[in-house]
């Protein structure tokens, strides 16, 4: 199959970055705890949530409740996260360009439908403020980083597309504490959305220390 000009010149462009050895064993490292994240939220939260652990039953109630907007929020959440490590894949670009538009596509209407699903579980809620931060930072970098992909500006979209996974995995990242009595029965909803804050600022702060880390550890000559 003959590629068209521009899918050669985003190839071409995406080849003359050459990975180091230490920088794909740290971006395997990197998945590996992710992936070990993800599997320890499943286990300890929507696991137990199905069997009705005692200090989730409050929470189960209202899950229940709000079944017609956590589904498409879930789903949506699912497949960003999903997506997300497929399109990091130099080999898949590579090999499928066209595959990784696609998904592409998916990510950004899934990230509009969690967003908008996110936001409306919450109103009426002391969670809102919270959740509407994520969302408009989720929002915020991933149409970025779509604008990014348009204009070939490969380099800028790779860094817009890292932030906006960034947000997209604070939805595992901020339940890690769920198993913490006292994140349930002391810290409150208000409190509770001022962490969810914490971990967006704080998830986004990090990916961009990670993509200049370089500039700020070397001195130029």
């Given at each position: 199959?003959?590629?068209?000009?521009?899918?050669v010149?985003?190839?071409m462009?995406?080849?003359?970055?050459?990975?180091?050895?230490?920088?794909?064993?740290?971006?395997?490292?990197?998945?590996?705890?992710?992936?070990?994240?993800?599997?320890?939220v499943?286990?300890?939260?929507?696991?137990l949530?199905?069997?009705?652990?005692?200090?989730?039953?409050?929470?189960?109630?209202?899950?229940?409740?709000?079944?017609?907007?956590?589904?498409?929020?879930?789903?949506?959440?699912?497949?960003?996260?999903?997506?997300?490590?497929?399109?990091?894949?130099?080999?898949l670009?590579h090999?499928?360009?066209?595959?990784?538009?696609?998904?592409?596509?998916?990510?950004?209407?899934?990230?509009?439908?969690?967003?908008?699903?996110?936001?409306?579980?919450?109103?009426?809620?002391?969670?809102?403020?919270?959740?509407?931060m994520?969302?408009?930072?989720?929002?915020?970098?991933?149409?970025?980083?779509?604008?990014?992909?348009?204009?070939?500006?490969?380099?800028?979209?790779?860094?817009?597309?890292?932030?906006?996974?960034?947000?997209?995995?604070?939805?595992?990242?901020?339940?890690?504490?769920?198993?913490?009595?006292?994140?349930?029965?002391?810290?409150?909803?208000?409190?509770?959305?001022?962490?969810?804050?914490?971990?967006?600022?704080?998830?986004?702060?990090i990916?961009?220390?990670?993509?200049?880390?370089?500039?700020?550890?070397?001195?130029?000559?």
């Amino acid at each position: 199959m003959r590629r068209t000009m521009e899918e050669v010149s985003v190839m071409m462009t995406e080849e003359t970055v050459v990975p180091h050895p230490a920088a794909s064993k740290f971006k395997w490292l990197l998945w590996s705890a992710l992936g070990i994240t993800v599997l320890f939220v499943f286990i300890t939260s929507e696991v137990l949530l199905i069997t009705d652990y005692p200090m989730y039953h409050a929470y189960r109630l209202q899950v229940i409740s709000d079944r017609h907007l956590l589904v498409p929020h879930t789903l949506a959440g699912t497949l960003a996260l999903i997506i997300g490590p497929l399109n990091f894949s130099s080999r898949l670009r590579h090999r499928w360009l066209k595959l990784h538009r696609i998904l592409g596509r998916i990510y950004v209407v899934s990230v509009f439908v969690g967003s908008y699903t996110g936001i409306a579980l919450a109103a009426g809620r002391p969670g809102l403020p919270g959740t509407s931060m994520q969302s408009a930072a989720w929002i915020v970098c991933t149409i970025a980083a779509w604008i990014t992909a348009r204009n070939r500006q490969i380099v800028q979209h790779r860094q817009w597309m890292a932030r906006s996974y960034a947000v997209t995995f604070t939805f595992v990242s901020s339940r890690v504490l769920n198993l913490w009595p006292r994140y349930w029965s002391h810290l409150g909803d208000v409190l509770s959305a001022v962490g969810v804050i914490a971990f967006t600022l704080a998830s986004i702060l990090i990916v961009d220390l990670g993509l200049n880390w370089h500039e700020l550890t070397t001195r130029r000559k």
